[in-house]
């Protein structure tokens, strides 16, 4: 069993920075790829970043790379979402989510799920 908790969300305008936090309980973090999704208001929850269990690989989807960096401690049992150039459509719940084996970055392919942080972009 994993429990993550998301950190970090706020309100910032369009342009600034924000750094999202995703602490994770248990041994095992290490194990687990790890993920972060967005859901927009009247919108579906999507795939935004991912990163393998060692942190050596990375996935961003499209409207997100060269903005947003994902990263993990596992030290510290804790993954990063460092988003940069907000905009006001980046405006979302963001969850982070776990996923010990496979590879799909589908929301069906996650294990876990943390209860989400409110990153609000003004313009």
């Known amino acids: 069993q994993v429990q993550l908790v998301e950190s970090g969300g706020g309100l910032v305008q369009a342009g600034g920075s924000l750094r999202l936090s995703c602490a994770a309980s248990?041994?095992?973090?290490?194990?687990?790829?790890m993920g972060w999704f967005r859901q927009a208001p009247g919108k579906e929850r999507e795939f935004v970043a991912g990163?393998?269990?060692?942190?050596?690989?990375?996935y961003y989807t499209d409207y997100v790379e060269g903005r947003f960096t994902i990263s993990r401690d596992n030290a510290k049992n804790t993954v990063y979402l460092q988003m940069n150039s907000l905009k006001p459509e980046d405006t979302a719940v963001y969850y982070c989510?776990?996923?010990?084996?496979?590879?799909?970055?589908?929301?069906?392919?996650?294990?876990?799920w943390g209860k989400g942080t409110l990153v609000t972009v003004s313009s």
């Open positions: 989510a776990a996923r010990r084996y496979g590879s799909s970055w589908s929301q069906e392919g996650m294990d876990y």
């Open positions: 248990g041994r095992t973090f290490s194990s687990y790829a």
């Open positions: 990163i393998s269990w060692s942190g050596v690989s990375t």
